[in-house]
């Protein structure tokens, strides 16, 4: 049982609580609020175990589903990189609101945005990323009768919406809401108007409800739009943010670092990473059994206590864990059990899914041929 030196340990532990103080800080200091002071939360694991950290009129979308009325999930990818662990607190939430109360859901790829920013180098890795990303998408589950995908490039009428949009966003409001200085791009001062065209999109089907759970570094869109969507005439969107959760190492999830679980990773790798994932173990399994464990600070207890463990369990495990009566492989061991299973279900899935399907749920406004597009790019 290696544990790392004690200069790392608490580089990681101030980088795990750092990056749980980026949700409070939503609450702190840009007005959203906590999930805890909303009535009556859904029954679903992502509320329930505390992945949904906070909100902004979380109770206006949840009273449309009391109403019968029409709503609507917006929920974007970036394609920047292909779906990791993370994402599954959104998406889980996405697919369980689309399958218990019939929400359309529209995901945008954000093909545009990694462009202008330069997360991608070309349009057409944007393509290609968002294609596949679409295929992840049905393999998690997602109906393809009630799914709807953007890809921008593939649907250039979206920016006849953000035009309408960008009447409303000043460049001061996208400065100080950003901290863009004038040697950035314009596309990167333009996308907050993008953005808002995705959120208010599902007007245009009659869906006038719509909640978007984004994580928290997405918010900024989110208060843009927020503010210029009754300007415009549409009701304001409700917002949940999911917990922002660290990467294997413990710092931010990177696709530099490789610190992130991908969905298709295979089941070696999968091994590997949550065997080398940070721990808050000992140094060995006799002082761990003297002095115990620190789950705040352990990656695998983090991922077993949001994803697969309800909360009594959690709790008992972290006992345990503390007491030193749990040791650090059992709880690697216990995380890959529970993760490889979810994840060779989500591979068998994405290996099913046809261009046609993909083909289903993408919008588009002329003949573009999502089959020829599928089978140019291997997707």
């Known amino acids: 049982m290696k544990k790392p030196d004690s200069s790392k340990e608490e580089i990681n532990r101030e980088g795990v609580r750092g990056l749980y103080e980026e949700n409070r800080k939503l609450v702190d200091q840009f007005g959203a609020e906590y999930i805890s002071g909303v009535g009556k939360l859904p029954d679903f694991y992502t509320f329930s175990n505390g992945l949904i950290f906070s909100h902004r009129n979380l109770g206006d979308f949840l009273g449309a589903i009391k109403r019968g009325e029409k709503t609507a999930i917006v929920s974007g990818l970036n394609p920047s990189s292909s779906m990791h662990i993370a994402h599954l607190s959104v998406f889980d939430t996405n697919l369980f609101f689309q399958r218990e109360y019939g929400s359309r859901v529209f995901i945008p790829m954000s093909d545009d945005e990694s462009y202008v920013t330069g997360k991608i ?172 464990g620190d789950p705040d600070v352990d990656i695998p207890f983090t991922y077993l206590k949001y994803f697969f463990l309800p909360p009594d369990e959690a709790r008992r495990i972290a006992s345990e864990y503390r007491s030193g009566k749990m040791l650090s492989g059992e709880m690697k061991t216990l995380l890959y059990e529970k993760l490889e299973e979810r994840m060779e279900k989500f591979r068998k899935a994405f290996d099913r899914v046809t261009y046609g399907q993909i083909d289903s749920v993408i919008i588009k406004n002329d003949e573009t041929d999502i089959v020829s597009l599928c089978e140019k790019y291997s997707i």
Do not use: W
């Open 121 to 292: 180098e070309t349009q057409e890795e944007g393509l290609r990323k968002s294609l596949s990303l679409t295929k992840s998408i049905l393999a998690l589950g997602f109906d393809p009768a009630m799914t709807v995908v953007i890809i921008d490039q593939l649907y250039p009428q979206i920016y006849n919406l953000a035009f309408s949009i960008s009447r409303k966003v000043t460049l001061s409001t996208v400065k100080a809401t950003y901290g863009y200085t004038p040697d950035k791009n314009i596309g990167m001062h333009f996308y907050p108007a993008v953005q808002a065209a995705h959120v208010v999109f599902p007007n245009l089907f009659g869906i006038p409800n719509v909640l978007v759970p984004i994580g928290p570094d997405e918010d900024p869109h989110l208060r843009i739009c927020r503010d210029v969507a009754e300007l415009l005439g549409y009701r304001k969107p409700s917002v949940i943010h999911s917990l922002f959760l660290p990467g294997i190492d413990g710092s931010k999830m990177s696709k530099s670092k490789n610190n992130a679980i991908y969905l298709l990773d295979s089941e070696k790798e999968t091994r590997k990473k949550i065997m080398n994932a940070f721990s808050g173990g000992q140094a060995s399994i006799e002082e761990h059994r003297r002095i115990g």
